[in-house]
């Protein structure tokens, strides 16, 4: 196939594919992917790794079979193909077509991707081996005849199995779930625009966070279902001609040594690791590297200059949302970064930002207040998000008075940086996960022992928050009701969701309409660790292990 050009208003190219194509023309030798030994040892004969030629020419190729399934503009395909290199090769060739991606958690357990399967109306799910079963069991459930293939199949040439794409314009490159404080994930609209200027924000970074063309390495365990990953390290790489180092996930043990062997520049990492990695017994390894950055969100106060000490790096701190993408995201690329104030950086002039009490007034140096932010100039969108699928009141009331407002607490410093307090939403954030209370309220809530129910966060050592759950219960409650209320969760959702504490209460504290009073829950919640009606379900807290097979 062959990639459009730039577009001639913006300047960028037409999509992630046709950047793909422009890096493949210019850099064909060097490695676009890298999938280190550590990460794939569960399905392939470690490592695996491919050049810019290599890559360009199995999108299209996969393009071309996906073209005889029926793909076209206008249609979402869902892909729960965890971070192996499938991800990157289907999630281009699709775009070629105009068709786009929904990002599936593989922690998710069926009734999960059931939602997602019906809210976002892909036409046909691609997995890995193992989860073949649950995608079909999830479609099922969801009462939609959504196709289900293995990634390797589709390589091997199939015949039409969706009905051809009507007209679309296939700007839209995917749909990503993000939680929220309604219950369920939404689902954010994310174009091809989205992405480019993901990468061009990465591109043109500057103090601590350069990128050479062509010879820039980034190492990430995220995944490939979020937008750092998707939209932030792999697009900045694509469009520089660098090499995505990609983990299935952080395993302490053989961090630095695949942070050497990769011969990585830079690093995406979440607040958790930095405790972890100051963890481990010192090393001279703990210097023996080739990295120059790397890039955080909420590392614990008393690690981060600590950290930079030891592994002899910046580690930066920065603030996005998904739907602000790279419109209003804020990075503490250079000095002041104010290690152990939860800085993260000065708004760049491009990033317009008020910071506001509850009555929407601005708050003076100092205060708290919540962020508000948008795009400088005539399109105060530009980079955003393009809104959230089938709600557009949620989508409206984000940008009253022209503004999205992000939900967090923050304060600016008389030098003018920015300092993260608190979440106004009710999202608990686990080790760099959103979960929304109200979803794992609702699946605990059918539980037949369960009379009411509210889940908060309370603060870990760890993982930043811990899920609790507060129970009034049918029946005198203890330690095995406790165990039996989580494996009916653990059963139903993703493991990070589950309760990691579960406490028995005789009543929850509500509001005269029987509303519940979330501050007072938080209180409560807070209060109850180390109780006797408060059970640790920390340690059952686990990845479900798929069986091992070949590589899709």
């Given at each position: 196939m062959r990639a459009s050009g730039a577009s001639s208003d913006t300047g960028l190219e037409a999509s992630p594919y046709a950047a793909l194509a422009a890096a493949a023309a210019r850099y064909p030798g060097n490695q676009f992917l890298l999938i280190p030994s550590s990460a794939c040892a569960g399905y392939a004969q470690g490592p695996i790794a491919?050049?810019?030629a290599e890559a360009f020419a199995q999108v299209d190729r996969l393009a071309q079979c996906y073209r005889s399934a029926g793909l076209g503009g206008g249609q979402r395909v869902a892909l729960l193909l965890e971070n192996r290199p499938e991800f990157f090769l289907h999630w281009f060739a699709l775009n070629a077509l105009g068709a786009s991606v929904v990002p599936v958690n593989p922690d998710y357990r069926r009734p999960e991707i059931a939602y997602l399967l019906a809210h976002s109306e892909a036409v046909m799910a691609v997995g890995i081996p193992e989860r073949l079963d649950d995608l079909g069991a999830a479609a099922k459930q969801a009462g939609r005849a959504v196709p289900v293939m293995a990634a390797r199949d589709i390589s091997e040439g199939v015949r039409r199995v969706v009905e051809p794409a009507a007209a679309g314009n296939g700007n839209e490159c995917a749909l990503m779930y993000t939680s929220g404080t309604t219950g369920k994930p939404k689902g954010c609209l994310l174009s091809n625009e989205y992405f480019l200027r993901m990468g061009l924000r990465y591109m043109n970074r500057r103090g601590y966070v350069q990128l050479e063309a062509g010879r820039s390495r980034v190492l990430t365990p995220l995944p490939m279902f979020h937008m750092n990953a998707m939209g932030g390290s792999t697009m900045g790489m694509v469009m520089s001609g660098g090499c995505v180092i990609q983990?299935?996930?952080f395993h302490p043990k053989t961090w630095w040594s695949d942070v050497r062997e990769t011969r990585a520049t830079g690093i995406h990492c979440l607040g958790v690791m930095p405790a972890i990695l100051l963890g481990l017994p010192p090393s001279p390894d703990d210097t023996a590297h080739c990295v120059r950055y790397g890039t955080a969100a909420n590392v614990e106060l008393q690690h981060h200059e600590a950290f930079e000490k030891r592994f002899r790096f910046p580690l930066i701190e920065g603030w996005a949302m998904t739907e602000t993408g790279a419109g209003a995201a804020i990075s503490a690329d250079d000095e002041p970064r104010h290690l152990g104030t939860r800085c993260f950086g000065k708004p760049k002039p491009e990033v317009e930002f008020r910071i506001v009490d509850e009555a929407g007034l601005?708050?003076?140096a100092g205060e708290?207040?919540?962020?508000?932010?948008?795009h400088a100039g005539p399109?105060?969108?530009?980079?955003?998000?393009?809104?959230?699928?089938?709600?557009?009141?949620?989508?409206?009331a984000g940008w009253a008075g022209g503004w999205w407002h992000t939900g967090d607490v923050v304060r600016r410093w008389p030098d003018g940086t920015?300092?993260?307090?608190?979440?106004?939403?009710?999202?608990?954030r686990r080790s760099g996960e959103n979960i929304s209370a109200l979803e794992v309220e609702e699946t605990l809530r059918a539980h037949p022992m369960v009379v009411q129910v509210a889940v908060t966060g309370v603060p870990d050592d760890v993982r930043g928050e811990e899920v609790m759950a507060c129970v009034v219960s049918a029946r005198p409650a203890g330690t095995i009701e406790a165990r039996e209320i989580f494996e009916w969760a653990i059963q139903r959702t993703a493991y990070f969701k589950c309760p990691g504490w579960i406490a028995f209460v005789p009543v929850l504290p509500t509001t005269a309409t029987q509303k519940l009073q979330r501050g007072a829950v938080r209180e409560l919640g807070a209060?109850?660790?180390g109780t006797a009606a408060c059970f640790d379900l920390r340690p059952l807290k686990r990845r479900a292990k798929a069986p091992q097979k070949e590589s899709a």
């Open positions: 491919l050049t810019y983990l299935d996930r601005d708050v003076s708290p207040g919540e962020l508000l932010v948008r399109d105060p969108k530009l980079g955003f998000f393009s809104g959230y699928l089938k709600d557009p009141a949620a989508t409206e920015l300092h993260f307090v608190d979440r106004r939403k009710n999202v608990i209060n109850l660790l």
